[in-house]
């Protein structure tokens, strides 16, 4: 089996730490661990041909889009039996009309909303639970936005653990909160921010044997890594130029640039596209950083409407800033009404997501105009929700909402009036 295990991010420590573990920091500097293998050389000709073999065989591991490129997973041992729901191979599809709104690119969407529970999160729960379940945890928690707490829910369901959550109050989605408690989650909803949550969930954890499954735990984003493997292979192992998606927590723009890492350190793909990771306004924290060069600064009351990425003090930033070095990666921030346009777009061709993952595309158009990418750039956008995780935020557009409805009585003549309303000549 490849040796792994895990390793402290700070390059002034690297201390070392084994695999059967809870550990979500370095117990010499605090820093973040990543999950470290030592890969043997492989053919990668052969690699590849092994993962498209997969997409026929009936074993639930090969039916799963991240457990089917176990081999970059080798933290399980292979007698080990994922908790899966499923997840991953999703679609990759072309955006014409969103490319050209954006500023004359291509633009290939990959949903990652359509996975089982609506958003990206499954990719890495279910390597996280599956490691949980594996250190014999009882309990998982986490503090979110709304979409790790119903990820979370639904694979602890699967696993037969215990599941709590820290959401702000009043300040996540209406479904995300419903699909959670329909799993069984125990909600426990905080006066304040995400970070407030994060913050107190934190500091009761140690005492209350939770085991915290947020991005900062490691095996998550080994899971959601798996992303960049499925969209290179729906290519035909051909990087896109750009790889642009939203950030929040940063944990996603970690993962990525991980994977990317060891798909190159393995030959499986020759180049890397350069990482764009697109912040809301209003909780921009990382954007500034990047931007300015100054210590990152945390914002103590995040604003934006796309509450998913309502978040001031992103936990894995030190991860972020070493992917998008590697990859000479860029940040960019957009407005909430940059998001709303974003959507707009995107639905003309026929794609729905929920507002956070609009700001990857916002971003995009942005960076066009300000020339850092060029026309004609083959650029991937990451979607990270599902367009009914938040469908407040349609009806919330009570004008356009209204405009596009006709309610009738059943007779033909006010079907027929109804249509001439709606669709004048
Ligand atoms: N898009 C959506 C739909 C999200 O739910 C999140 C994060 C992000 C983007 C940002 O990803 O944190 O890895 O940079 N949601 C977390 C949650 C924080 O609790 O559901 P990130």
Redesign the pocket.
């Known amino acids: 089996m490849t040796p792994a295990y895990l390793r402290c991010i700070s390059s002034g420590c690297g201390k070392v730490f084994p695999l059967a573990s809870s550990r979500f920091a370095c117990e010499n500097c605090g820093s973040l661990l990543d999950v470290a293998y030592e890969f043997a050389p492989v053919e990668p000709a052969a690699l590849r041909k092994l993962w498209r073999e997969r997409l026929g065989s009936e074993d639930p591991r090969d039916q799963s889009g991240v457990w089917r490129f176990r081999e970059l997973l080798p933290f399980l041992a292979p007698t080990a039996v994922p908790v899966t729901l499923g997840e991953g191979g999703t679609p990759l599809v072309e955006a014409p009309r969103t490319g050209r709104w954006a500023g004359g690119v291509r633009i290939w969407a990959k949903h990652l909303g359509a996975n089982p529970t609506g958003?990206f999160?499954d990719l890495g729960m279910t390597a996280c639970i599956s490691a949980a379940v594996a250190n014999g945890a009882r309990v998982v928690a986490c503090a979110?936005?709304?979409?790790?707490?119903s990820s979370m829910a639904a694979y602890a369901a699967r696993a037969g653990l215990a599941a709590v959550m820290f959401v702000p109050f009043q300040a996540i989605a209406a479904a995300k909160l419903a699909q959670a408690v329909e799993f069984g989650a125990r909600v426990i909803e905080v006066r304040g921010s995400?970070d407030d949550a994060f913050r107190l969930l934190r500091a009761v954890a140690a005492r209350s044997a939770l085991h915290l499954v947020n991005?900062t735990n490691p095996f998550r984003l080994e899971g959601q890594k798996t992303a960049v493997a499925e969209i290179l292979e729906q290519r035909g192992w051909r990087a896109p130029d750009f790889l642009a998606l939203?950030?929040?927590?940063?944990?996603?723009?970690s993962a990525m640039g991980k994977g990317l890492r060891e798909l190159v350190a393995l030959g499986v793909m020759d180049r890397a596209p350069r990482l764009a990771v697109v912040q809301a306004e209003g909780a921009a924290p990382f954007y500034k950083h990047w931007k300015t060069g100054e210590p990152i600064q945390p914002v103590e009351h995040p604003e934006t409407e796309a509450s998913?990425?309502r978040?001031g003090r992103p936990a894995n930033w030190p991860k972020a800033r070493r992917e998008l070095e590697w990859t000479g990666g860029m940040v960019e921030s957009v407005t909430d009404g940059e998001i709303e346009e974003a959507k707009a777009a995107l639905a003309s061709d026929g794609i729905g997501c929920?507002p956070?993952?609009a700001a990857s595309v916002a971003g995009v158009r942005k960076l066009c105009r300000a020339g850092r990418i060029p026309a004609g750039a083959d650029v991937c956008v990451i979607l990270?929700?599902h367009q009914l995780k938040d469908p407040d935020y349609i009806l919330r557009r009570r004008e356009r909402f209204e405009a596009a409805r006709v309610v009738i009585d059943a007779d033909e003549e006010a079907a027929r009036r109804a249509l001439e309303a709606l669709l004048p000549a």
Do not use: D, H, M, R
């Not at 979110?144 to 707490?149: R, V, Y």
């Not at 939203?246 to 723009?253: E, F, K, Q």
């Open positions: 958003s999160k979110s936005t709304g979409n790790t707490s995400f991005s939203p950030g929040g927590n940063l944990g996603n723009v998913a990425i978040i929920e956070a993952s990270t929700g």
